[in-house]
């Protein structure tokens, strides 16, 4: 697979892009720029070759289906910055990390294997919800809820795109 | 596997598993370097079909779950992920 390139006003553009939206929503992008800008212009890289933002740390199939958890903002992103302060690429951090009161570094992967996600496959919604007026929509990556004939464009909270998005209720 | 080899002081064979893209595999690539060690990498994620098949199966034996970087050292022990201390201490450094 040949190298791609990527140029540094793209990088800027993207980073300021994201910076901005994480912080409009109570997200942070790592503080050290230098290792989030390397983060940002690997998504760049990883859409030139995929399509889509495959996670940098993650080894991708290529295959949008089977890769949808990883396209950043991964699904295990939020617990990550809960659990360990930034998320597993570490593009995003908590709150503390950002203030120094905790540092971060290479977390243990929560995705599930291959096999374990296949197993996850096809599980709709157990509770009868038959009385709400509306399907409630979730998304995987932020856990915002809506109730609506379908998911939106675009998760308001997250940015994440509508395939993110599953049957809640 | 065409591996990348990058020169150094022999203290055994080491074996990087990275992506081109991860930022922690960077990291570890600097401290090895950093440490003046000689190793080998491959990058996973520009090879392609049976390389890149070979490689994950070849990789699962170390890291399960492929999680990248993963760090061997002479086939008998691993290093799964950026911890500075315990690639020190698994190269004895």
Redesign the interface.
């Known amino acids: 697979?040949k190298?791609i390139d990527v140029e540094q006003k793209e990088i800027q553009a993207l980073y300021g892009r994201l910076d901005k939206e994480a912080e409009a929503s109570g997200y942070h992008l790592n503080p050290d720029e230098e290792?989030a800008k390397?983060?940002v212009r690997?998504l760049l890289?990883?859409e030139k070759r995929y399509g889509y933002w495959a996670c940098?740390?993650?080894?991708?199939s290529g295959v949008k289906d089977d890769d949808l958890d990883i396209i950043c903002p991964c699904d295990y992103r939020d617990a990550d910055l809960t659990e360990h302060g930034s998320c597993y690429?570490?593009l995003y951090v908590s709150q503390d990390v950002l203030e120094g009161k905790k540092a971060v570094?290479?977390?243990?992967?929560r995705?599930p294997?291959a096999e374990e996600r296949q197993k996850r496959e096809g599980g709709a919604p157990s509770v009868a919800v038959s009385s709400l007026s509306l399907p409630v929509w979730r998304c995987r990556v932020c856990g915002y809820l809506c109730a609506r004939d379908g998911p939106p464009e675009i998760c308001p909270v997250c940015k994440a795109k509508k395939e993110r998005f599953e049957r809640f209720l | 596997m065409k591996a990348t080899h990058v020169k150094g002081k022999d203290r055994g064979h080491i074996f990087l598993f990275a992506?081109?893209?991860?930022?922690?595999?960077?990291k570890t690539k600097r401290l090895l370097q950093n440490l003046g060690v000689a190793y080998e990498y491959i990058d996973?994620?520009?090879?392609?079909g049976k390389e890149k098949t070979e490689a994950?199966k070849e990789m699962r034996r170390w890291s399960?779950?492929?999680?990248?970087p993963t760090l061997v050292i002479n086939d008998e022990k691993s290093v799964v992920?950026?911890?500075e201390a315990r690639i020190r201490e698994a190269i004895g450094i």
């Open positions: 697979m190298k290792f390397d983060l690997s890289i990883n940098p740390c993650r080894l991708a690429c570490a570094g290479s977390i243990p992967e995705r294997s | 992506l081109s893209t991860c930022g922690w595999c960077r996973v994620d520009l090879l392609k994950e399960p779950r492929t999680s990248f992920g950026f911890d």
